[in-house]
């Protein structure tokens, strides 16, 4: 299962770079950019992993490049025209994402930091506001270039609407899993299969070497 | 006081949303007295004032929401609709704290005081919008209207969670100790 899922990655990573190679060819350079960035973007678990040695759990690492191949491959291929509703299933995925990720930093939060303490439940709710203020930024962030270049990332208010409808949906998803998993595992057993002790042992390394 | 007339009002008017604010920012304004069985030790009376602003804004607009209203109307409700949540989010950082198991430090509740309210805004805005099919009368305006609504809470926010903890900071001890307020990181077991 994890080996699949590993080359699954793989392969949807070789696409994009295919993205990033047939942009320039067929002279549709719109998504050069974003395939390059989301090729990087879909490399930071390994940086993390051999710079810091910190381990992202395999299933998600592989749900932030399925994300990212969807939004490129897609966009590449007018998906995002084409297919109704495309922007509505990436926008679910970046959301649910970042509600993980989000997770992580504060389940990390709460075992290391002394002076704070989150019980799940109130993870659970932390959880479902974070991912609705990352959705609300979002959409100020592709309001800005809208106004700003002129371009059309938003449609209407109706298509504004749902994504923030979906991104409240995925929050709501990840906090459920979330305090699922809490329940039936316990944190230390998260915490430990992210090797955060060892990622933080070697920045503190690193600010030795460097100071 | 007056909250709770305006709630009562809004709840008469079947004006779900306002009502269920109201709602929210009274049980946080009176928990801390029946918690501690004082009925002094209520949360400062600025928050309350800050809480009620955008009720009689929203109120006194609903007379006649379409006529008369000028230009920066709606930039003022929303900038009164960001403070009040930033406020409700403050309270209840500060109740949590003084109440239940969840303990956080300076920063944490600054970050989550501005994380609040900004997704207050994104939830409040849905609703509205679902209410608005729901009932077939839309009054959210357009896209750009909620874009510019949700920047005033992005700055708002922001702006009211570095005020409030400078607000505890400044807070004279002996009213901090008169209201039962504390400072997030002062609270002990």
Redesign the interface.
């Known amino acids: 299962m994890k080996k699949r899922l590993k080359i699954i990655s793989r392969v949807m990573q070789l696409s994009m770079l295919g993205v990033a190679i047939a942009g320039p060819l067929t002279g549709n350079m719109t998504w050069l950019l974003a395939a390059l960035f989301s090729l990087f973007i879909s490399e930071v678990p390994s940086i993390l992993r051999r710079d810091f040695r910190m381990v992202l759990p395999i299933g998600l690492n592989f749900w932030l490049v399925l994300a990212l191949f969807l939004h490129v491959v897609g966009g590449y291929s007018g998906f995002y025209d084409n297919v109704a509703g495309w922007d509505h299933l990436t926008h679910a995925m970046t959301s649910s994402l970042m509600a993980a990720l989000g997770f992580i930093v504060v389940v990390s939060?709460d075992k290391y930091?002394d002076?704070?303490?989150?019980?799940p439940a109130?993870l659970a709710v932390?959880i479902?506001?974070?991912?609705?203020?990352i959705?609300?930024?979002w959409?100020?962030m592709e309001?800005a270039v809208d106004v700003l270049t002129g371009s059309h990332l938003?449609y209407?208010?109706d298509d504004?609407?749902i994504d923030?409808?979906f991104?409240?949906f995925a929050g709501l998803a990840v906090a459920a899993a979330g305090s699922y998993y809490l329940r039936t595992k316990s944190p230390d057993h998260f915490i430990e299969a992210l090797n955060i002790e060892g990622a933080t042992a070697s920045l503190t390394d690193m600010r030795k070497k460097l100071g | 006081m007056a909250l709770f007339f305006s709630t009562v009002y809004l709840v008469i008017r079947l004006d779900i949303m306002w009502a269920a604010f109201g709602a929210s920012a009274l049980c946080l304004l009176i928990l801390p007295i029946i918690m501690t069985r004082d009925p002094f030790k209520a949360p400062p009376w600025e928050m309350a004032l800050i809480l009620v602003i955008p009720v009689f804004l929203h109120i006194s607009s609903a007379w006649d929401p379409a006529e008369g209203a000028p230009m920066w109307w709606d930039d003022l409700t929303a900038i009164a609709f960001s403070l009040a949540f930033a406020t409700v989010g403050f309270l209840l950082t500060v109740e949590?704290q003084l109440y239940?198991?969840?303990?956080?430090?300076g920063s944490?509740a600054l970050f989550?005081v501005f994380?609040?309210t900004?997704?207050?805004?994104?939830?409040w805005?849905?609703f509205e919008?679902?209410g608005g099919l729901v009932t077939g009368d839309p009054t959210?305006?357009?896209?750009?209207d909620?874009?510019i609504f949700?920047?005033w809470?992005?700055v708002g926010g922001a702006l009211m969670g570095v005020i409030y903890d400078l607000y505890v900071k400044a807070l004279p001890e002996s009213r901090k100790r008169a209201l039962g307020f504390t400072r997030p990181?002062e609270v002990t077991e």
């Open positions: 939060v930091m002076s704070i303490r989150l019980p109130f932390f479902v506001m974070f991912t609705m203020a959705g609300v930024s959409e100020l309001y938003q209407s208010l504004t609407m923030l409808f991104d409240s | 949590l239940t198991d969840v303990r956080m430090n944490f989550f994380m609040f900004v997704a207050a805004a994104g939830f805005k849905v919008y679902v959210i305006g357009d896209n750009a909620v874009m949700f920047v809470t992005f990181q």
